[in-house]
């Protein structure tokens, strides 16, 4: 005879372990992310950190502007950030010999990324201080005073670097005459070039403007002889003279 069967007890609970294992894997997702979240902020501050020791010796900058963009110096749109945006420690008073020091390793950096062509600006010192000297062939189309857009960004980190002071922006041409509709005579282009980076410097670097002065000698105030080609694309410049004295007394 055979047994009687008995009927399978049905587990009604057997969700439970669906849901359980869903709820580990959720579980892990999440450790997962959190993990990953961890790591890119890890390396976030790694990268932060390498940069501020990178540029230590040039000192900081910051970026920021108290004016507009110079719609009127270069219509052009201007982004310092891909040079990366440097502090200039302009708080702390340098001698002009020091302020030469820290802007040849920081010209040196821009020579050497391609930002700036060699010789385009050069320094030396002088009785009335450190003379920055902006060549006309890296920042200016011949005959103009238009400032190039691609200088533009060099000039901005070059403000932000310069030491808080007096200072004075001079516009020199060579003896070749000038007369277009937009300038009479080298009076008028040198005045405009230097009015040009004075502004500029306004914009982009933590100047006050009580402190700054602009001027243009034409021919007049010569540094190389202008019986040759050479000496005058020497003599076309703009510069920038980081005062020893107080402007007022010049």
């Not at 340098?94 to 391609?114: D, I, K, M, N, Y």
Request: hydrophobic residues 40%; glycine residues 4%.
């Amino acid at each position: 005879m055979s047994r009687k069967k008995h009927p399978e007890h049905v587990n009604h609970e057997r969700w439970l372990v669906s849901y359980a294992d869903f709820i580990t894997l959720l579980f892990a997702f999440f450790v997962v992310l959190f993990a990953s979240s961890q790591s890119d902020r890890k390396k976030q501050t790694q990268l932060a950190d390498a940069m501020k020791s990178a540029f230590t010796p040039l000192g900081a900058f910051e970026a920021h502007s108290k004016t507009p963009p110079l719609a009127s110096v270069n219509s052009a749109s201007v982004n310092p950030a891909p040079l990366s945006p440097l502090v200039a420690s302009a708080a702390k008073l340098e001698t002009p010999e020091e302020t030469e020091r820290r802007l040849r390793r920081f010209l040196a950096a821009q020579v050497a990324s391609g930002h700036i062509p060699p010789g385009s600006i050069t320094m030396r010192i002088t009785p009335d201080g450190l003379v920055i000297s902006l060549h006309e062939a890296g920042f200016f189309p011949s005959g103009s005073a238009e400032i190039r857009a691609r200088s533009i960004p060099v000039l901005s980190l070059l403000a932000a670097t310069l030491p808080a002071g007096p200072l004075r922006v001079e516009g020199h041409t060579d003896n070749v005459p000038i007369h277009t509709e937009q300038f009479a005579t080298n009076w008028e282009l040198s005045t405009t070039r230097a009015t040009a980076i004075a502004r500029l410097l306004l914009d982009r670097g933590p100047l006050d403007p009580t402190n700054l002065s602009a001027a243009g000698y034409a021919e007049f105030h010569p540094i190389a002889d202008n019986a040759t080609e050479e000496g005058r694309t020497q003599n076309r410049r703009v510069d920038i003279i980081l005062l020893r004295r107080p402007a007022a007394s010049q």
